[in-house]
Nanobody, 123 residues
Framework: QVQLVESGGGLVQAGGSLRLSCVAS????????MGWFRQAPGKEREFVAA????????YYADSVKGRFTISRDNAKNTVDLQMNSLKPEDTAVYFC????????????????WGQGTQVTVSS
């Protein structure tokens, strides 16, 4: 079992930055693929970014490439999402996710989920 807790959401103006963090508890964090998803009101949850066990490779949704960066610290059991040049369309609840299966493309199904953190980008 893995428990995930997100933090770092908030309100920011378009063009600004936010850094989301996810802390994992449980065993063998370094053997989990870690990722971020988001869900906007009235829309389905969508993949944002993921990082494999050792810190790479990383994968991103086309909509965030060049603006978002995912990173992990296996010593601290954390995975972060640095979000720059934020746009109003980035407004969503952001979820941290973990899965044991290695990924080779910008997709993960997610075995474990956090409760989410709200990100609101004003225009």
């Amino acid at each position: 079992q893995v428990q995930l807790v997100e933090s770092g959401g908030g309100l920011v103006q378009a063009g600004g930055s936010l850094r989301l963090s996810c802390v994992a508890s449980g065993r063998s964090f370094s053997r989990y693929v870690m990722g971020w998803f988001r869900q906007a009101p009235g829309k389905e949850r969508e993949f944002v970014a993921a990082v494999n066990w050792g810190g790479g490779p990383t994968y991103y949704a086309d909509s965030v490439k060049g603006r978002f960066t995912i990173s992990r610290d296996n010593a601290k059991n954390t995975v972060d999402l640095q979000m720059n040049s934020l746009k109003p369309e980035d407004t969503a609840v952001y979820f941290c996710s973990a899965q044991s299966t290695w990924i080779t493309r910008a997709h993960m199904s997610g075995d474990y989920w956090g409760q989410g953190t709200q990100v609101t980008v004003s225009s």
